[in-house]
């Protein structure tokens, strides 16, 4: 029997009042009762109509643009002719808004995906150059920048640094190759960091099949963010985003608690960490926090502006 997509915030409600053994089991209970999958893969698609611009437009994801965009603006201001790099250029909702007509600079968009700075292209002025660099970010050459901003992209990066990938059979670079890079970007124009990542440890510390993995994916995924898009479908009253967000909520929610728990490291897709190991990370690549703190009310999202130590 199908789960009407009104009982869901009670369906969530029930899951979690579980201990939290057996919250993972219920998650495959409720998956079996929700609608069919989409057809559309996630991160395969960022324009309009798509499941990421659907994640865009969630209060979660509101959140972490709305911190953004209040550090990035003054920092345009004060200079003319600016090159911002985003790492991850996605739908472009970050540049909704956030530029003006007169504005000239340039972003550069890091992106493996053939449309990853279509997004980007549409939400800016004729003033501002949109150039693309179609490589994941571990591989790319960056430019020197006055701003890097890294939304939601380097728990793509497993392990914490090239050491800890080698330890699992993982070969390159890790996250903290990653920050060094950006330090280096940043340093001749004495630029930021706009660095946002959950607040959850699942990094390759954690072997598949661990149970404190799964606790750890169904703690981010459905008890932080499977909460928050529940309130949200409670008040949306479009049918065609209500049914995108399903489909996010089902999808990237609620099945990727059993998908990446019991992937391999090559084929997990996420390797987050909590605050404390970012803390940590970000003093070892030679990065300095200037400002930090959580963008959403569900204390999933966490924003550190970093400069040049």
Partial sequence: MTLPSDDLAGALAALLALPRADQPEAVRALLARMPPAADEPWNSAFGPGSLYEAFTQTTAARGVHAANRAVLRPLLDARPGFRVVDVGGGAGTLWNGLLRADDRGEIVVVDPHPDGATGVRRAVPPGVRVTHIAAPVQQAALPDADAIVCSLMLHHVAGADAAARAAVGLPGAGKREVLAAFRAAITARGGRVLLNEADVYCDVGLAPGDPLLADR????YVRRFAVSLARDLHGCVD?????????IL????????????GASYAERDVYELDVVSWLDLIARAGLRVE???FTDRWLLFHQYVLGVG
């Fill in 239 to 247: 049918p065609e985003l209500r049914a995108r967000w399903i489909a």
């Fill in 250 to 261: 089902r999808d990237w929610s609620l099945a990727q608690v059993g998908l990446a728990a």
């Fill in 217 to 220: 994916l169904l703690d981010s």
């Fill in 291 to 293: 400002a930090r703190g």
